[in-house]
């Protein structure tokens, strides 16, 4: 996160002496990204946080590939992923390579009976349906329909839901996920120019310090594997932190479209970018107003990159038979665009409610059996002619 940002209470200078009132010291940990290099905090604990009480065992959760080169459009189901009790069990890898893997999760329970955390990725949360709180040790950051959260890798956390009526869509991210970088100045302010900006983000508050000793359940994912681990403090015992290294929120419905005379190229709808994909949001918008515009994208070859598009709301208006929850895949090599008579509709249109979250990967994506558990199976031929 390019913004400065703090919590609680940390001492005047860093690495040096903090005391509790009773004269004992917080433990300070650095806690940082890509060798140090990267954005970092600092957190005090009430414990040193490196207590580690047991192991207790290890599960393999590494998604595997049933379709490994896939040359072949689909459209999944995204709502026919069954609800289950547990987050983490919940979650269903359907798409995946080296540098991430896209998942659809309907959990019906908060999780609090544990942590979790995840080492390797970054984690995007997007909330579809549902509403909650992500706790965090680094603070609160309340959720709801529309929702991205940003977790980076390593930060403690649970959900708590509202409902058991909860639908995300989750991109695990083996780069960071950051704001595009020609949104930002050399400073890393966003600029005028930007969809967004810092004011639109939500910032972890709410700071709740558990000064604890026990057993606490860690799940920790490492390498595919999800590990148990038990604490010997309680994980969310931060009394203080500073730095630009923290989970945050933003809606998607506070990305403001970038429209002109003719149709805008998919780069305009950027929110996210890493080294290996890029994450768009179509967002309601008017339509090109050239007189002769034709407010349906042109046909495009994705060369370089795997489109996944995940469908919110609204209608989608270059798409036949398109609903709520679904996932389209457009493999790179082959050409895809609108469906038939969709061009021609779209003509003379003002304005569109389609809402939209897009991955596009510079790698090919592997399949899924979840994914094919859920694929319509004739998608791929869903541009021939009607008669
Ligand atoms: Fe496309």
């Excluded at 509790?20 to 140090?36: A, R, V």
């Excluded at 665009?337 to 779209?346: K, N, T, Y």
């Excluded at 596009?360 to 002619?385: C, E, H, N, R």
């Amino acid at each position: 996160m390019p913004l400065y940002h703090r919590l609680g209470k940390i001492p005047a200078k860093r690495h040096t002496q903090f005391k509790k009132p009773n004269g004992d010291f917080y433990y300070e940990q650095l806690f940082g990204t890509i060798g140090f290099d990267g954005m970092s905090s600092l957190m005090y604990h009430e414990h040193r946080p490196t207590q580690v009480k047991e192991i207790r065992g290890a599960k393999d959760v590494a998604p595997q590939a049933v379709l490994e080169k896939n040359m072949r459009s689909l459209k999944l189901i995204g709502f026919d992923v069954e609800p289950e009790s547990d987050y983490l069990d919940s979650r269903k890898t359907v798409l995946f390579n080296k540098d991430c893997h896209i998942s659809l999760a309907a959990p019906k329970s908060s999780f609090n009976d544990y942590f979790y955390k995840n080492v390797d990725a970054d984690e995007l949360l997007f909330i579809h349906k549902g509403s909650g709180t992500l706790k965090t040790m680094l603070g609160e950051i309340p959720f709801e329909y529309g929702d991205y959260l940003v977790i980076p890798r390593g930060v403690i956390y649970q959900l708590e839901f509202d409902s058991e009526d909860n639908r995300l869509f989750i991109v695990e991210s083996f780069h960071p996920i950051y704001t595009p970088k020609r949104y930002r100045n050399w400073f890393g302010q966003h600029l005028e120019s930007s969809p967004y900006c810092e004011r639109d983000f939500k910032l972890p508050g709410n700071l709740q310090t558990h000064d604890e000793k026990g057993e606490f359940l860690m799940k920790i994912k490492k390498q595919g594997v999800l590990h148990s681990l038990v604490y010997a403090t309680h994980p969310f015992d931060v009394v203080g932190w500073d730095g630009y290294n923290f989970p945050y929120g933003f809606s998607i419905h506070n990305f403001e479209p970038i429209t002109g005379r003719v149709h805008q190229p998919p780069p305009v709808h950027q929110t996210f970018e890493t080294s290996a994909f890029v994450v768009c949001s179509f967002c309601p918008r008017l339509y090109d107003y050239h007189p002769l515009a034709v407010p349906a994208p042109y046909n495009h070859s994705n060369i370089d990159s795997d489109e996944v598009l995940y469908y919110v709301d609204g209608d989608f208006m270059s798409r036949n038979d398109i609903d709520q929850g679904y996932i389209t895949l457009h493999p790179a090599g082959i050409p895809h665009g609108p469906h038939p008579g969709s061009m021609e509709r779209s003509i003379g249109k003002k304005k569109t409610e389609e809402l939209a979250v897009m991955v596009d990967t510079f790698a090919p994506l592997m399949v899924t059996q979840a994914a094919l558990d859920i694929d319509d199976g004739k998608y791929y031929k869903s541009w021939l002619p009607h008669d």
